[in-house]
Nanobody
Framework: QVQLVDSGGGLVQAGGSLRLSCAASGRTASRSAMGWFRQAPGQERKFVATIGLNSGVRYYADSVKGRFTISKDNAKNTVYLQMNSLKPEDSAVYYC????????????????WGQGTQVTVSP
């Protein structure tokens, strides 16, 4: 089992920045990738970004390219999501997740999930 604790959400004005963190514990060696997803009220959970823990390869949703950066600190078993130039439409609950195979961009291929952290961007 892998436990994930995500944090760093909050309220920020449009154009501002936030950095989310996701700390993993447990059988961390079983992970192949760590991703971030977000879910706004009444909407399905959507892919935001992912990073391969060995390869370092990164994928982003088109809506966040150039504004968000995913990074990792393997020594700390922590993944970060730096979010810049935030927009009101970025408001959502953000979830980190761990995959056991590959570097997927779909939520169904992630096995472990954090509890979520709320990001609210005011106009």
């Amino acid at each position: 089992q892998v436990q994930l604790v995500d944090s760093g959400g909050g309220l920020v004005q449009a154009g501002g920045s936030l950095r989310l963190s996701c700390a993993a514990s447990g059988r961390t060696a079983s992970r192949s990738a760590m991703g971030w997803f977000r879910q706004a009220p009444g909407q399905e959970r959507k892919f935001v970004a992912t990073i391969g823990l060995n390869s370092g390869v990164r994928y982003y949703a088109d809506s966040v390219k150039g504004r968000f950066t995913i990074s990792k600190d393997n020594a700390k078993n922590t993944v970060y999501l730096q979010m810049n130039s935030l927009k009101p439409e970025d408001s959502a609950v953000y979830y980190c997740a761990a995959a056991k195979w590959g570097v997927p961009t779909v939520s169904t291929e992630y096995t472990y999930w954090g509890q979520g952290t709320q990001v609210t961007v005011s106009p």
